[in-house]
């Protein structure tokens, strides 16, 4: 909110679309604390063949609503390569997406970061968010594209609970939080 404050957290303007049925979940938890529409990509996948390991992704199949027009968030567990990531980002601008805002919560970008200074700087993407729970090189935090979400007040809260022989419920589970956030925005 605070890096794009000119989008609006309505059906109408923001959407969620999982980047495959495995982050289905998560997207799905964003979608309804947020009250706006999921998407999600289907990685069609030929299981006659095997490269480096593993079975070529043949097509990104998108389920959903229409994107057009919409900012679109995009979260994952990681970005590895980011091949998958910039392939569902680059498959939604197609589809005549907006902003287009990737998360991860560890951001590992194991084949570089020049990728993705390509989709930033051609508009693919508007920006990669990741935690602080990894490590960052300096390059990765010098980029204009990253932003690094911090946790440290979270994991603090989580080991303050514990050492109180507390209950982690409230600590976990977000929606108050996140809906005085949306209120907040509103204004």
């Known amino acids: 909110m605070k890096t794009f404050p000119e989008i609006k957290f309505d059906k109408d303007n923001f959407m969620i679309v999982s980047p495959d049925e495995g982050a289905i979940n998560r997207n799905m938890y964003y979608a309804s604390v947020l009250g706006v529409d999921l998407g999600m990509f289907y990685k069609r996948r030929d299981y006659s063949t095997v490269v480096d390991g593993r079975n070529p992704i043949v097509a990104h199949e998108y389920m959903g609503n229409d994107v057009a027009g919409k900012n679109v968030f995009i979260a994952d567990d990681l970005i590895s390569s980011g ?3 910039l392939d569902i980002a680059i498959e939604l ?9 990737c998360y991860a ?9 020049a990728t993705f200074d390509e989709k930033y700087a051609d ?6 968010l990741g935690t602080n729970l990894t490590y960052r090189t300096p390059e990765l935090l010098s980029r204009p594209w990253f932003h690094e979400v911090d946790c440290s ?15 982690i419920s409230d600590v976990i589970d977000p929606h108050q939080k996140i809906a005085a956030l949306l209120d907040k925005n509103k204004q």
């Open 123 to 128: 508009g693919t993407i508007s920006a990669v």
């Open 153 to 167: 007040k979270y994991i603090a809260y989580y080991i303050a609970t514990l050492n109180h022989d507390m209950s």
């Open 83 to 85: 091949e998958s990531m």
């Open 93 to 101: 601008k197609k589809r005549r997406a907006n902003k287009i805002i």
């Open 105 to 113: 919560t560890y951001g590992m970008f194991t084949n570089g970061l």
